[in-house]
């Protein structure tokens, strides 16, 4: 099985931290997001890191890591959404199957090593404000329904936690341009639901470092489940 991480975006939410450290390089408890989220992954035969933004100082601390001694970066040259930076490591991807993240979240090692056991799936965990969230329905069986972005909903739901695992056949399905211009790996995530059992595994640990409140709070997060 290989892994993807999408790791090319610009951190415009971490302003001023992000205008000279990448944001998977920004440092949670002494380590690098980026390190957290590849020690968190199973066991991999190759990682694939999409890249842009101060590409290279990613490849930088890639060459120092340990944890995956077969890796690459893609550049995703222009940012035209997650579907786009999925659709750019297709020459990349080796395995039947492969995992995607997103790179500036911090996810269970469990949760991940139990994603990967299933043909396709998602993980989800629940939040208070799903207006905020793309939500994702499953089934009495534990397959995905639908996925709907910020649903006019209140109260507790699960949330798409941007943790996939894709057959290789997901390269051979058209994605839309969305109404913002961009590509969604989400509407990917859509039609293989519709084409058999997409699995929602829900996660008991994340945590996103999207702002620099979150990223100040992670500080002091128990952090002792996102890594194996």
């Not at 940012?79 to 995607?100: K, N, Y």
């Not at 799936?121 to 939500?135: N, S, Y």
């Not at 995905?144 to 390269?171: M, S, T």
């Amino acid at each position: 099985m290989d892994a993807v991480i999408l790791a090319a975006g610009f951190g415009t939410r971490l302003r001023p931290h992000t205008l000279t450290t990448p944001k998977p390089l920004l440092q949670v408890q002494g380590r690098p997001i980026l390190d957290w989220i590849i020690g968190a992954l199973p066991p991999v035969d190759r990682l694939v890191v999409v890249v842009n933004y101060l590409a290279e100082q990613i490849e930088s601390y890639l060459a120092t890591q340990t944890h995956v001694r077969n890796w690459t970066t893609v550049r995703q040259d222009v940012p035209r959404g997650t579907g786009d930076a999925l659709r750019v490591c297709r020459p990349h991807i080796e395995s039947d199957r492969f995992l995607v993240l997103n790179g500036d979240d911090l996810y269970g090692a469990a949760d991940l090593a139990l994603l990967a056991t299933k043909p396709m799936g998602l993980l989800a965990h629940p939040v208070e404000e799903p207006r905020k969230f793309g939500i994702v329905f499953p089934r009495a069986d534990g397959t995905l329904e639908k996925l709907i972005e910020k649903p006019p909903l209140d109260g507790r739901q699960l949330a798409n936690i941007g943790a996939y695992l894709f057959p290789k056949r997901v390269f051979e399905i058209e994605l839309p341009l969305s109404p913002r211009g961009e590509y969604e790996i989400t509407d990917a995530v859509d039609t293989l639901a519709k084409s058999g059992p997409y699995h929602v595994v829900e996660a008991t640990f994340w945590l996103p470092i999207g702002t620099v409140e979150a990223w100040h709070a992670a500080q002091n997060a128990d952090v002792s489940r996102a890594s194996r």
